[in-house]
């Protein structure tokens, strides 16, 4: 609805006649989503305004009473659909803060209205790969401020759609703490337990429309979140790993007059490389124009990025490389498994305090990246690692990076060319592994 008012942040009195998406192309939607090589779309079924895009049968502030398909459409159907067609997942954000719904601020009588939205949405279109919540919590219309029962909106998922991951208010993935694409120099997914406590995510989140939130940069302390030094003293660790979330546009809802201000490719790739190649989720808000299409200056903005992509990381160069480790624990985690495609990974031994492994290419290679990835499946421990090349039989630095986990992208301002590639791992927190080495050197258009 806000897309129709021209706000980011709707009251909850707008008339559903003014919601109508009169061109709804929800394929444009999947295949420019998929063009910039993402896997998955969110789609926000309800804002705080409380208007559903689905014609849910708990309130009349929904589709089914707009113009939009005669009063018959439903806009989750149409998404959820196309991202299959399309090979995407499909996940949906419904807000907790509803500001048009009469019983918000009654309690349990509101808890029991959002958690049968919640059920609607889990049970009428196929698997829900993420329960995107929101922590911001308003007033209603009545004034009242409702007391959020996070544990019982839990319950549903974890019944309705248990492969669903819950993110940001959940317990399953983390906000990165900014909506301005800042990223963490070190992204540690072990972070101290209080973090996933819905009711402190809730008092860190938004809490009005105020366009200086989503620039809003991280304090020292968030600066630093799963170190020895931030986790010393903590009663309890969890897997907790980050997202980062920001939009294509200034705002997250479209504005005509934002239509030259869309991110550049150079910042969209900036934002992909710290996030994605930082060990974190990147969620990239793309909102779709009053025709119900996405806006061509967005549309070019996806298919640029996806083709960016395509040309920094084209094929593997270390396909058919040998390498050689200082330790493996035993024959089934041998060096050789962190260069192929399969689950299998290598990890050092236990008495080996500074692990190393030589990748060579049999013939000297240009390079211009490395990705690297843990096991996460057994943690993430690697603290801190050097990248060297050997030049005229001398070890030569590329550079000293911190943590891995899922992804690390080691992108290098020069191409260089080598034989061989060491990495040595200075710091750890038990045995190291490592699921995938690769090497890349991007394509010149």
Known sequence: MNTFTDKEWGNGFTPPSLFDLKELDADQWAKAVKAAGMRGLILTCKHHDGFCLWPSAYTDYSVKNSPFRDGKGDVVREVSDACRRNGLKFGVY????DRHEPTYGQGEAYNTFYKNQLTELLTNYGDIFAVWLDGACGEGKNGK???YD?????????????????????PDVRWIGNEAGVCRKSEWSVVPARLSISEFVAAHSQ????????????NSMSLDLGSRKAIRGEEDLIWYPAEVDVSIRPGWFYHKNEDDKVKSLKKLFQIYLSAVGGNAALLLNVPPDTTGRIAAPDALALDALGR?????????????AHVRATSELDDDHAATA???SDDDYWQAAADDARPELVFDFGEVTAFDSLILQENIATGQQIE???????????????????VIGYKRICR?????????????IRACRGKATLLRVQAFRRETV
């Open 94 to 97: 419904l807000s907790p803060w």
């Open 145 to 147: 401020v409702q007391q």
């Open 412 to 424: 290098f301002k020069k191409t260089w060319q080598a034989k061989r590639i060491r990495i040595v």
């Open 207 to 218: 809490k009005t429309d105020d366009r200086k939130f989503a620039k809003k940069k991280m």
């Open 338 to 340: 962190a260069l192929r």
């Open 150 to 170: 996070w544990q019982g909106y839990y319950a549903v998922v974890r019944k309705l759609q248990p492969d669903a991951v819950i993110a940001v208010s959940g």
């Open 308 to 320: 960016m992509l395509k040309r920094e990381f084209p094929r593997n160069l270390l396909e058919n």
């Open 384 to 402: 801190a690692f050097d990248v060297y090349i050997d030049r005229k039989n001398r070890w030569k630095k590329l550079g000293k990076y911190t």
